[in-house]
């Protein structure tokens, strides 16, 4: 039995984990050998997400999010070889050093994003003993073959006990035409058997002993080895980008069912991808923008720089499941919802309750909880808080009054959707956009003083802030009405 749910519609009801009141997750993290962009930070809030939705709703959670340090040969590898063995030759460095600097760094940018660390997060190299085991049980079931010291999966004789292709939709046939000629055509029986365990170039330089060959994992290896190390032969969800779901899931699905005979995964689950201007993330579209690009407004394509809760917030503002395009100036209008958001959160914090509520509030909660409860429909929950902005800004402005029953309720419902669930750190002396106004306003105030001792003819103090500013990258203009600035 074979069981497959791309989403999780009316996630409530039709949710049932394996065991009462646990969930197991896994979810395909980085392969750290660069920095992580926005291809990594949809998964990682999509996941988060529900991670954080899951605990609310009362599971205790096991989320493992694995981290690919070996074995992954992308369809674009040069020569086949390993991306982080290629960038530690190049730059002379132990690749352990390489998956290092680069995993410090998609903590760093993880932790901006409010995206929550993992329950358990694996390395691939670190497991290369169980994922020996695991080929082995293969081989042993008859599934596998060994060919000049690297091992295959025998998918036409797997296709025959199990289906092979069902997640993705692909028969045998579709899968021929699909299958890239890669390096190592020449040892396997046919172009779609994958790697199991790949026998080490001599000039490759991470590499282990094993009973065929001194070589290291096939990439799809290691989730099936590490998912049920961490979380049983079979438990609750697995995830990922719609791009991992042929060939690394299927081939995921494949080893797990020839090795235990059986699927391990109950719900699947993918986030669509992300588009930049209309194109495909890409090398050849040189659009690769990373997230500290965007954190500093340092790419071409960018008109600023976009703070992070920016970046999560306009990821949250589509479902998971459609395709986001990214531009300039779609950020720009997520932003501007973003500081309606901390604008109406910190007025919430001040409200004072009346004797009665005149403003229309409406059963938000509900309305959250059932957009959650849909698949996930994070547009929804936005929505259902932007329209209780109005009743917060009519009794912010005296034309109304709120209960102090609906108060508690209104900030309790914030809380809960907005800063527990959607992750938003809105509570942050307003977030980017306060810090932003408080910056501007140091600013107008240095160049007030600036302009009365210029009236005051006090030629010492207007020229000292003038030219330190200036220093500091200002460029301040005089106006007839006082002056204008910019950076
Ligand atoms: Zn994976």
Request: aromatic content about 10%.
């Amino acid at each position: 039995m074979l069981e497959i749910y791309n989403s999780l519609t009316r996630f409530k009801e039709t949710f049932k984990p394996l065991h009462d009141g646990h969930v197991g997750m896994y979810v395909c993290g980085p392969t750290v050998y660069g920095d992580a962009h926005l291809g990594h930070a949809r998964p990682a809030i999509t996941f988060d997400l529900l991670y954080r939705y899951l605990q609310y709703l009362g599971y205790k959670v096991r989320y493992v999010r694995n981290i690919t340090d070996v074995g992954h040969l992308e369809h674009d590898a040069d020569e086949g070889e390993d991306k982080i063995a290629k960038k530690a030759r190049l730059e002379q460095l132990e690749p352990m050093e390489v998956v290092q600097y680069y995993t410090n760094r998609y903590h760093r940018d993880m932790a901006a994003l409010n995206v929550l660390p993992p329950s358990i997060e694996p390395h691939a190299s670190g497991h290369i003993i169980e994922q020996i085991a695991f080929v082995q049980k293969i081989l042993d079931k008859g599934y596998a073959y060994v060919s000049n010291g690297s091992v295959y999966m025998d998918v036409e004789k797997y296709a025959k006990d199990f289906p092979y292709g069902k997640l993705s939709g692909r028969n045998l046939n579709d899968i021929v035409t699909e299958t890239r000629e890669l390096d190592g055509q020449e040892e396997k029986k046919h172009s779609y058997d994958f790697a199991l365990w790949k026998k080490a170039a001599p000039e490759h330089i991470m590499h282990w002993p094993s009973p065929w060959s001194e070589g290291f994992p096939g990439w799809h290896m290691e989730c099936s080895t590490m998912g049920t190390k961490y979380l049983g032969e079979r438990f609750d969800i697995h995830g990922g980008g719609l791009d991992l779901i042929f060939p690394h899931h299927e081939a995921e699905i494949a080893q797990s069912c020839a090795a235990l005979g059986h699927e391990t995964v109950h719900y699947w689950m993918h986030n669509n991808m992300i588009t930049i201007a209309g194109k495909k993330m890409g090398k050849s579209y040189n659009n690769f923008i990373t997230l500290e690009q965007f954190f500093r407004g340092d790419h071409p394509l960018l008109s600023k720089p976009f703070g992070p809760m920016v970046i999560r917030f306009f990821i949250l503002q589509a479902h998971y499941r459609s395709t986001v395009d990214f531009s300039s100036e779609a950020l720009e209008a997520a932003e501007k919802g973003l500081q309606r958001m901390q604008e109406a959160y910190a007025r919430l914090q001040k409200l004072q309750a009346g004797k009665e509520t005149t403003v229309e509030i409406g059963d938000l909660r509900t309305r959250c909880v059932e957009a959650m409860d849909d698949d996930l429909n994070t547009p929804f929950v936005i929505a259902a808080l932007f329209d209780s902005t109005r009743a917060i800004n009519t009794v912010y402005d005296g034309k109304g009054t709120i209960s102090e029953a609906d108060l508690k309720e209104l900030r309790e419902v914030w809380k809960t959707f907005a800063i527990d669930i959607l992750g938003l750190r809105l509570e942050e002396q307003g977030g980017d956009a306060g810090k932003q106004k408080a910056f501007n306003g140091a600013i107008d105030l240095l160049l007030g003083i600036r302009l009365q001792a210029k009236q005051n003819k006090d030629w010492g103090t207007s020229d000292k802030i003038r030219n330190e500013l200036t220093a500091l990258g200002f460029q301040i203009k005089d106006t007839k009405d006082g002056f204008e600035w910019s950076i």
